[in-house]
């Protein structure tokens, strides 16, 4: 079993009954771990960014939409493998 510590946190009842009715109650702590650590790495990559544009300048609308485009790209292959169950 990895470190682990007990905390308090205040969540609003709403948001804890629709997770626990998802995960269970073992699974509420898994639920959110994985958030926690989604937030963080979310935080480093909008620190990385801000990083990189004052470093190189910002992101023009050309290289935005190149970017898109092969995103959109990956999408299409993704689900042509997965289609075929190439993809897990």
């Given at each position: 079993m990895?470190?682990?510590?007990?905390?308090t946190v205040t969540i609003p009842a709403d948001l804890i009954?629709?997770?626990?009715?998802?995960?269970?109650?073992?699974?509420?702590?898994?639920?959110?771990?994985?958030?926690?650590?989604?937030?963080?790495?979310?935080?480093?990559?909008v620190e990385l960014v801000e990083w990189l544009q004052a470093e190189h300048g910002p992101v023009t609308a050309a290289e935005q939409a190149e970017a898109?485009?092969?995103?959109?790209?990956?999408?299409?292959?993704?689900?042509?493998?997965r289609a075929q169950g190439d993809v897990a």
């Amino acid at each position: 079993m990895a470190n682990t510590r007990k905390v308090t946190v205040t969540i609003p009842a709403d948001l804890i009954d629709e997770i626990r009715s998802e995960t269970g109650e073992r699974g509420l702590s898994s639920y959110v771990a994985e958030a926690l650590r989604a937030k963080r790495d979310r935080d480093r990559l909008v620190e990385l960014v801000e990083w990189l544009q004052a470093e190189h300048g910002p992101v023009t609308a050309a290289e935005q939409a190149e970017a898109l485009r092969e995103l959109e790209a990956l999408d299409a292959e993704h689900t042509r493998r997965r289609a075929q169950g190439d993809v897990a």
